[in-house]
């Protein structure tokens, strides 16, 4: 089950010390799963969400109240 959820990059990632968490992410919020998700997170590295989209994992005080999660990862089984 996942429990994580990632957000996909404006192109290419820059450097998260020069640009705002917002400002580096594009469209809703993937769910990612638990064993790669943290990995990924402890690494600063992309990881591939439950619909196969690349994303970068966010923290929850940066993701904004109204984004939803994608239709694919939503309905995934």
């Known amino acids: 089950m996942p429990n994580l959820v990632g ?8 450097d998260p010390q020069q ?4 400002a580096r992410w594009t469209g809703p919020l993937h769910a990612v799963a638990e ?3 943290r ?3 402890e690494a600063s590295e ?4 439950l ?4 994303v970068e994992i966010v923290a929850v ?9 994608c239709q694919a990862c939503q309905y995934s089984s």
């Open 7 to 14: 957000r996909a990059l404006n192109g290419v990632a820059p």
């Open 19 to 22: 640009v705002p968490p917002a």
């Open 35 to 37: 064993g790669p998700g």
């Open 39 to 41: 990995a990924a997170r």
């Open 46 to 49: 992309q990881v591939p969400g």
């Open 51 to 54: 619909c196969g989209q690349w």
């Open 61 to 69: 005080e940066d993701v904004p109240d109204d984004t939803g999660l």
